[in-house]
């Protein structure tokens, strides 16, 4: 299954996004644990998922570099 450059922006924008989503209620769940060891798991994982965030975000921003350098005349 091949998809296309725009596709795959697109693609990385929505994942960013939910793993952000993820992140940010994961961050802002840390003020209501009061077991350390809760929080600390908890902060963990919210920090796995803005840095999954970050990866998409970042594959995204190659999407669209690609996208925008590419010549029509470029094959191979």
């Known amino acids: 299954m091949k998809i296309s450059a725009q596709l795959t922006i697109i693609m990385a924008t929505i994942f960013a996004v939910i793993c952000f989503g993820v992140a940010i209620t994961g961050f802002n769940a840390l ?4 077991d350390p060891v809760q929080a600390a798991d908890a902060k963990g994982f919210a ?7 970050i990866i998409s975000v970042i594959f995204g921003v190659l999407g669209l570099w690609i996208v925008r350098t590419h010549k029509e005349g470029d094959e191979g």
Do not use: N
């Not at 003020?31 to 009061?34: A, P, V």
């Open 31 to 34: 003020g209501g644990i009061t």
């Open 47 to 53: 920090c796995f998922w803005a840095f999954l965030g």
